[in-house]
């Protein structure tokens, strides 16, 4: 797979509407040629204790931020037409989802493909786990700063292309 946009979301709490950041990174050719990232306003507004201690994010950090619906009109005409990977998969494409039908949008039918049961087809027990960390060391890639939105979708790009 050489053009496609990776993608991560991070939620304020159990709600898949949750969302409070988002990463993309598109790749065309092999290459990476656009990134993006934004905070984002959750709905509903709350950060679990659990959330916050994953990701760091609060109440305070997003509260100014743009809502959904606005970060997603800078978001959607950089992936239009590309297949979208994530790390695990289905929870980003749930929270997508779900944002997208709590703000009256369109599902434009995205197809999505996962690191996750990819690593897991291609190195089965080779790795201990197959957490979006150890599978980015597997492929040569350090991450730095897991469970921000933009690093995760950085990490994912790099699995696709080594393994997608």
């Known amino acids: 797979m050489t053009d496609f946009a990776a993608i991560d979301f991070e939620t304020a709490n ?8 988002v990463g993309v990174v598109v790749v065309r050719g092999g290459e990476i040629v656009d990134t993006f990232y934004s905070l984002i306003r959750p709905r509903p ?16 950090d997003t509260v100014e931020a743009p809502d959904f619906a606005a970060v997603w009109g800078e978001v959607a005409p950089r992936i239009e037409g590309l297949p979208l990977v994530a790390h695990n998969a289905p929870f ?30 291609c190195f089965g027990r080779q790795l ?13 890639f350090d991450l730095r700063s897991h469970h921000h939105a933009l690093a995760d979708a950085e990490a994912c790009a790099r699995i696709a292309m080594k393994i997608l």
């Open 14 to 21: 159990r709600e898949r509407t949750s969302v409070c950041s």
């Open 45 to 60: 507004n709350y950060y679990s204790a659990f959330t916050t201690a994953v990701h760091g994010l609060t109440y305070h």
């Open 92 to 121: 980003d494409a749930g929270c997508l989802r779900a944002a997208l039908e709590l703000y009256g949008l369109p599902w434009p039918g995205y197809e999505f493909h996962c690191t996750c049961s990819a690593s897991r087809r």
């Open 128 to 140: 201990p786990n197959h957490q979006l960390h150890t599978v980015s060391a597997a492929c040569g």
